[in-house]
Nanobody, 128 residues
Framework: QVPPVESGGGLVQPGGSLRLSCTAS????????VGWFRQAPGKEREAVSC????????YYADSLKGRFTTSRDNGKNTVYLQMKSLKPEDTAVYYC?????????????????????WGQGTQVTVSS
């Protein structure tokens, strides 16, 4: 399977916004759940959000609800992560990952081994 590709990272000031994109082939995305994870230097990988390309259901880390929003555009084979009110602690490499979580999605979306295919990540740096 061709892995997804993230884009949209960069340097942003505190309080700013960024939109990350995760693009994959139509076949790769069909029926998949797409998770966003992040990893800061010296820290463990952290689950950010998950969206089903089938029914659009979404899940978020409690600490990020209200600031981060994930959405999909199946016509463009792309999933987005809109981030606002960014803080320095949001600085990390952000990864998207594809998986078929099925009935385990609600409880398992935060677990990175549930995902089969990972992008190479995009760096987000929040700094003044």
């Amino acid at each position: 399977q061709v892995p997804p590709v993230e884009s949209g990272g960069g340097l942003v000031q505190p309080g700013g916004s960024l939109r990350l994109s995760c693009t994959a082939s139509a076949l790769a995305l069909d029926g998949y759940d797409v998770g966003w994870f992040r990893q800061a230097p010296g820290k463990e990988r952290e689950a950010v959000s998950c969206i089903s390309t089938r029914d659009g259901g979404t899940y978020y880390a409690d600490s990020l609800k209200g600031r981060f929003t994930t959405s999909r555009d199946n016509g463009k084979n792309t999933v987005y992560l809109q981030m606002k009110s960014l803080k320095p602690e949001d600085t990390a490499v952000y990864y998207c990952a594809l998986g078929r979580l099925g009935d385990l999605r609600a409880t398992g979306w935060t677990l990175w081994p549930m995902y089969d295919s990972w992008g190479q990540g995009t760096q987000v740096t929040v700094s003044s």
